[in-house]
Every structure is written in structure tokens, then in C-alpha cells.
């Protein structure tokens, strides 16, 4: 499975952004599609998840602000961020996974992440 990001990039507070990820190759056994980040000096972190089924889980710093969709005939998973801050700035990854723990050891397979920097 490969995935690609795009959708990153540099954005005043307040504002928005939206990431796509792309996935080629079955998804089948993957039941979640989500997105990480990572700041300098910060361990990686759930931003949101979302199963093959439509239920969703976000981290508690974005909850109200991002929303997640998936496209699974697309292999496809977006995510649509709002009131962005400057603590939103950072690598954010798209990942799939088996597992329904969210958590980033439990990721099968990465993206090469994509910048997404919010200035104040």
C-alpha cells in the first residue's frame, strides 16, 4: 500500500486547509484510514481516524475544528481543518491500519507526510 498526501501547506491563523490522501493497492484488511502529526521535538499524535464503516475519532486538541471524511471506493481520505492555530503546525501524515487502537505504534503503513505550517 502506498499513500499520498497533498493538500499542505502555509496558512494565517484563523484559516483553513484541506488534506486528501490518496491509497493505491486493496485496502481490505485496513479498517482505518487516519492522520498523524508531528511537531519539532513532539511525539507523533492521532489528529483523526475514521473506519471503513464511518466512525470517526479525533485528538482532543482539534475536536470542533477538523473534520474527517473517507471515499472508500476512492481508497481516499481527506480531512478538512478549521481555525487553524500555530500549535497545528507540523508534518501531517496519512496512515492505514488493522487495528482500531489509533495508536501511531499500531500504524501499518505511512505517508511521506506533507507541511502544513499555521503563522500567527
Known amino acids: 500500500v502506498q499513500l499520498v498526501e497533498s493538500g499542505g501547506g502555509l496558512v494565517q491563523a484563523g484559516g483553513s486547509l484541506r488534506l486528501s490522501c490518496v491509497a493505491s493497492g486493496s485496502l481490505f484488511s485496513f479498517n482505518v484510514m487516519g492522520w498523524y502529526r508531528q511537531a519539532p521535538g513532539k511525539q507523533r499524535e492521532l489528529v483523526a481516524g475514521i473506519t471503513s464503516g464511518g466512525n470517526t475519532k479525533y485528538g482532543d486538541s482539534v475536536k470542533g475544528r477538523f473534520t474527517i471524511s473517507r471515499d472508500n471506493a476512492e481508497n481516499a481520505v481527506s480531512m478538512q481543518m478549521g481555525s487553524l492555530k500555530p500549535e497545528d503546525t507540523a508534518i501531517y501524515y496519512c496512515?492505514?491500519?488493522?487495528?482500531?487502537?489509533?495508536?501511531?505504534?499500531?500504524?501499518?503503513?505511512w505517508g511521506e507526510g506533507t507541511q502544513v505550517t499555521v503563522s500567527s
Open positions: 496512515a492505514v491500519a488493522r487495528t482500531y487502537t489509533y495508536h501511531p505504534l499500531d500504524v501499518d503503513h
